[in-house]
């Protein structure tokens, strides 16, 4: 058999099918787009499903694919064995209504044989138990002899998902490996459990609608939907085991090696670790490049959870410091020359992995403290087992994983509650399903516009005008279709075409009126519905509207222009960005309205004071050059040479539209955009920064305003300086800063004073404290009931009242207004009898519901229910009594 490489294998597929007459699609990013069912891509249908269920009009009935995905349902056992994997590459090709069965058996004999050129005698295929017509195809037009077609029930060869929708058999191609990799038993044959014969290409023929009573009905669109798995497809090619003996896949996990200084296949659990990392390494390497951030919850707790059990079991290989990045770099060798983008944000990816890898080094320290916190009370308790909950906590909260606390306790003679783990990791889930929004078949949202022909679309027409006429194609409210509507009423107006710009891309929809013969409306926002419609939500203030009118649109033109503004500076801002903080800065969200620019980018620390004013000086150089501004339309692979930016994640089309603000040759800014722009930059007048701070972890945010917004913001800062001039007695607000600062000097100074008063006055009662001591055994202990002390001066006085007495234990409890705290201190002769005032304090807090403790001979804890103060004290001595002996 021919050794051929993964990367030529993803070619010679593409191109086969694009030979069938198949549009070649890029591979969608790994964040689903409108499909809130979905964390991830897990599959090559998943990007497509509004072409299946027929919601939107494909670019073309044929297609064909190569998609990322990443499946983490069987992540456990990653690495445990060499079959598990996260992370995949699916090809696909897909009949939208065209071609059915027929064709696709064909094709998929046709490429199996003639490209790949497998021996015909070791091709097996099946079909379901129920498909007469698939296995005729496959042995009376094919020629697959009968010995080598089996037929299989609902479980292994009929596709359905949830309990209604488009569904249909399957059939599967399957390569006998040899029966060196069999089982043994005679009656060994497709099916088996054992590595035999191995399943490789399944074809799905969508051709039944499922209704909720469990009955069937033929669909009038029949599909197909045909996926493989890459990795698996080059195993067999390759004539190796598994996955992670592929080429591409090997040259990751022969890096690993290295960097460990240990050899694959020789021990076992080093096995387990090399291929948790190979595997993780390349699932979270694009997921950074598709803009996936690490955190704590949806996706962003995926990449995190993957990346930490890389970095744990680089640990368990014995490799000291941050080694992520390195092995980054051989992902992006090995993937570049189908996913440039992995080239293009390379510094950006590093970035994430390390600050990740970074923050867990530190943390799994923060882990290790606490899980010796719990097996030192497991051991005084005498217990053998840690509660399910604390394990769960450790790994939830500290990143430490289960197997880690496991291996940990069972060194000091102690085990892990994991049944009580399984219930509160069960919790969780139940949690985050809970939180997605119900929907309906294969996630996409059903809305009033999805009963409008899907083949109907709105042409915009507002990039170069902001009044237009058209159409009213439809008209509805939030439940259906409607003819009509009167003064009042707030529906929605779905035009042929409109001058109006919906809602995208971070920019808001446009304000405005309409007008048509019979009535006027005030348009109050204007949405993207689906399949490219626009919907102009008004409210209707004269007359009446009717379907089939035409239609005068006039768009708000000062709120439009100010949006403009915001947005054609938001450009200037990333490249700012970029420029004074460096290439990782990537745009991660933005909003831009008349009021305000938000922008939203990936970066890691906060901002200086001087990097935020480089990066307004920068902005407002832009401004002042006055650079035109120019959007034209061209191929994505023409824009991608110009260097143009692509938001992560946006799904894009054949044809993007690009901005570029300058000349092309030394432009300050080159993005794909569909919004509106202004046509020089000098037109957005000035830029302000008026906030900056974190959003996510790795993302930081920026608030701005330009043009009209600025002098408002200078305005209303002025006014807030007039006024505190007033407030302060000043006639010239220039003298303002000097007073602010001569004022809090007088603060501080009276500060002092009080703080010398309220000691002088602590020391006095402190005097009487011992008056009132009591002995237990051989050791004075006084209690005292302070109010309005702070904390630090109680424990001063504490500490004064111990220095001065060996052989005493003071008590002392203080409130400031809702909270309470509690002081111990005790004498060196005290501490040699056993007094402990961490312990004692602790214990004391414990009954007002409160915490704390400290060293021996001085802790401090926090009262609880200050009302119980009383009563704790009461029993001070009591406790006292427990430790000193």
Request: aromatic share 8%.
């Amino acid at each position: 058999m021919e050794w051929t490489s993964l990367n030529d294998l993803r070619e010679s597929y593409l191109k086969f099918f694009e030979s069938k007459g198949c549009l070649r699609h890029k591979s969608y990013p790994l964040v689903p787009q409108n499909d809130k069912s979905l964390l991830l891509i897990v599959a090559g249908m998943a990007p497509l499903k509004p072409y299946f269920t027929g919601q939107e009009v494909p670019p073309r009935v044929r297609m064909t694919t190569c998609q990322k995905c990443i499946r983490t349902g069987d992540i456990e056992n990653v690495g445990k064995t060499a079959r598990h994997g996260t992370y995949f590459e699916m090809l696909g090709n897909f009949s939208f209504g065209d071609y059915f069965k027929k064709e696709a058996i064909a094709w998929a004999w046709e490429y199996v044989t003639e490209v790949l050129k497998l021996p015909l005698d070791r091709l097996h295929v099946s079909v379901y138990e129920d498909d007469d017509e698939a296995e005729k195809i496959w042995h009376e037009e094919i020629g697959v002899p009968m010995d080598h077609i089996v037929r299989m029930g609902k479980e292994d060869n009929f596709w359905e998902a949830g309990t209604d929708g488009p569904c249909g058999p399957c059939s599967e191609i399957y390569f006998d490996r040899g029966e060196k990799y069999g089982c043994g038993k005679p009656d060994c044959k497709v099916g088996c459990d054992c590595d035999r014969f191995m399943e490789f290409w399944n074809l799905v023929f969508t051709q039944f609608e499922r209704h909720e009573d469990g009955t069937y009905t033929p669909l009038a669109q029949k599909n197909i939907d045909t996926g493989m798995g890459l990795e698996r497809l080059a195993a067999l090619m390759q004539g190796v085991d598994s996955i992670f003996d592929v080429d591409t896949v090997k040259a990751i996990r022969d890096h690993i090696c290295k960097i460990a200084g240990c050899e694959y296949g020789a021990e076992y659990k080093k096995d387990v670790s090399i291929r948790v990392i190979t595997d993780h390494i390349r699932a979270v390497t694009f997921l950074a490049s598709d803009g996936v951030l690490p955190s704590n919850e949806g996706r962003g707790y995926v990449m995190r959870r993957l990346l930490r059990r890389a970095v744990r079991h680089g640990k368990l290989l014995g490799i000291n410091g941050l080694f992520l990045k390195d092995l980054v770099k051989t992902v992006v060798d090995c993937n570049k020359c189908e996913y440039n983008e992995l080239e293009e944000k390379f510094d950006y990816i590093v970035k994430v992995l390390t600050t990740e890898e970074q923050n867990f080094n530190s943390t799994i320290d923060r882990g290790m403290k606490i899980l010796d916190e719990y097996i030192e009370k497991l051991q005084a308790e005498g217990k053998t087992m840690l509660d399910g909950e604390s394990c769960f906590k450790l790994s939830d909260t500290y990143g430490f994983p289960l197997d880690l606390t496991r291996e940990i306790l069972e060194e000091k003679g102690l085990s892990a509650d994991e049944e009580g783990y399984a219930v509160c990791m069960e919790k969780q889930r139940e949690t985050a399903r809970g939180a997605r929004e119900s929907q309906g078949y294969m996630g996409a949202e059903e809305t009033v516009f999805h009963k409008i022909d899907k083949n109907v679309s709105t042409k915009f027409t507002g990039y170069d005008k902001t009044e237009d006429t058209g159409v009213i194609s439809y008209l509805a409210n939030d439940e259906d279709l409607i003819e009509n509507a009167g003064v009042e009423d707030v529906v929605y107006i779905v035009p042929d075409q409109t001058c109006f710009y919906a809602e995208s891309g971070g920019q808001s929809g446009d304000t405005g009126v309409v007008e048509t013969a019979t009535g006027k409306a005030e348009v109050l926002d204007t949405q993207k519905a689906v399949g490219g419609k626009f919907a102009l939500k008004v409210k209707v203030t004269e007359g009446a509207l009717t379907v089939g009118q035409k239609i005068t649109f006039k768009v708000d033109k000062a709120k439009r222009l100010a949006t403009m503004r915001n947005h054609s500076c938001a450009h200037l801002l990333q490249a700012a960005l970029r420029t004074v903080l460096g290439d990782h800065v990537h745009q991660a969200g933005q909003l831009v309205d008349s009021q305000r620019l938000r922008f939203d980018f990936s970066h890691f620390e906060a901002m200086t004071n001087e990097e935020k004013a480089k990066v307004e000086a920068l902005v407002n150089k832009y401004i002042f050059d006055a650079l035109d501004i120019t959007m034209e339309e061209m191929p994505i692979a023409e824009a991608q040479k110009l260097g143009a930016m692509a938001l992560f994640g946006e799904k894009y089309g054949e044809t993007v539209r690009v901005v570029t603000m300058g000349d092309k040759a030394d432009a300050a800014s080159i993005e794909f955009c569909g919004g509106t722009h202004l046509n020089n930059t000098s037109k957005i007048g000035l830029f302000k920064i008026i906030s900056e701070n974190s959003v996510a972890s790795g993302v930081r945010r920026i608030e701005a305003v330009t043009g009209t917004g600025v002098l408002e913001l200078l305005n209303s800062n002025i006014d807030t300086i007039n006024k505190a001039s007033e407030t302060l007695k000043l006639n010239n607000p220039a003298e303002l800063v000097a007073r602010c600062g001569a004022v809090m000097q007088e603060i501080k100074g009276l500060e002092k004073e009080r703080d010398s008063l309220e000691t002088a006055m602590a020391n006095m009662r402190a005097k009487s404290v011992l008056e009132n001591a009591v002995d237990v055994n051989g050791v004075s202990v006084a209690t005292a009931q302070l109010t309005n002390v702070k904390p630090d001066v109680l424990r001063k006085m504490a500490d004064e009242l111990k220095a001065a007495n060996d052989n005493v234990l003071v008590i002392m409890t203080t409130v400031n207004g809702d909270k309470g705290n509690i002081v111990a201190a005790c004498g060196k002769e005290a501490v040699a009898k056993g007094a402990h005032a961490g312990k004692i304090a602790g214990k004391i807090a414990a009954l007002t519901n409160g915490k704390g403790g400290g060293r021996p001979d001085s802790a401090m804890a926090g009262v609880g229910d200050i009302a119980l103060i009383g009563a704790a004290l009461e029993k001070a001595a009591e406790v006292a009594g427990e430790f000193i002996k």
